[in-house]
Each structure stands twice: as structure tokens, then as C-alpha cells.
């Protein structure tokens, strides 16, 4: 399966909302794996393996979005900001070995605490 990374930075007024993501796509895109990162450094990494998500004819779902990653993404500019009102998102292609970085540092820190 052929995988691209993305990393979204939104900037937005204070809220509970995260402020970059990070994002792994597949060729369909469906997103299998994503990390949101909060204004004060906490992060959540979700993965559709983790989450067994089923829909209501009890399929399994391939994707933590709705839609397609690149329909949604679909005149964002590498890197450029895109305002509106007062939020503003850039999206940027990113190497996997950072993503997987990002991924990994969360999950050492994650099984930390449980010790």
C-alpha cells in the first residue's frame, strides 16, 4: 500500500481544537493513521486498527475522516496558508520518517505513564 504524510497547521482562536495534525493517506484517500497536537503539548494519536471501527452494516471502516483526504484538502496550497474568518490552515506534504517520528514519541511517552 502506498502511503503519503501530511502535516496540517491550523491556527485558530483558543479552544479544545488541535492546532497541527498530522496525517497518513493512502492512495484511496483514506486515512488509516492521525496525530492531532494541542496548544499546550498534550497529543492523541489514532489509528483504525486501534479503534476497530465498524459502520452500521458492520463493515469495517477504513478511514478516521469522512470523505477523501484529498477531496477536502483540494486547492490548499503546499505550505500556504488558506484564511478564513479567524482561523487559518497550511498543509504540507511531510517525509514518513517524520510522521512515524511523531507517532513513535507519543507512543513511548503514552506507555510511560502506564507504568
Known amino acids: 500500500m502506498s ?3 501530511y ?16 496525517y497518513e493517506v ?15 503539548g498534550h497529543r492523541q494519536c489514532m489509528s483504525v486498527v486501534d479503534l ?3 459502520g452500521r452494516d458492520g463493515r469495517r471502516i477504513p478511514s478516521l475522516i469522512e470523505g477523501s483526504f484529498y477531496d ?10 488558506f484564511e478564513e474568518g479567524q482561523e487559518r490552515i497550511a498543509m504540507t506534504r511531510i517525509a ?15 506507555s510511560k505513564k502506564l507504568h
Open 3 to 5: 502511503l503519503s504524510y
Open 7 to 22: 502535516r496540517c497547521d491550523w491556527i485558530h482562536p483558543e479552544n479544545e481544537d488541535p492546532v497541527v495534525v498530522y
Open 26 to 40: 493512502d492512495v484511496a484517500g483514506d486515512v488509516p493513521r492521525l496525530i492531532d497536537v494541542f496548544a499546550d
Open 52 to 54: 476497530a471501527l465498524f
Open 72 to 81: 477536502g484538502i483540494a486547492g490548499l496550497v503546499d505550505g500556504f496558508f
Open 96 to 110: 514518513a520518517d517524520k510522521f512515524e517520528m511523531e507517532w513513535q514519541a507519543y507512543r513511548v511517552t503514552k
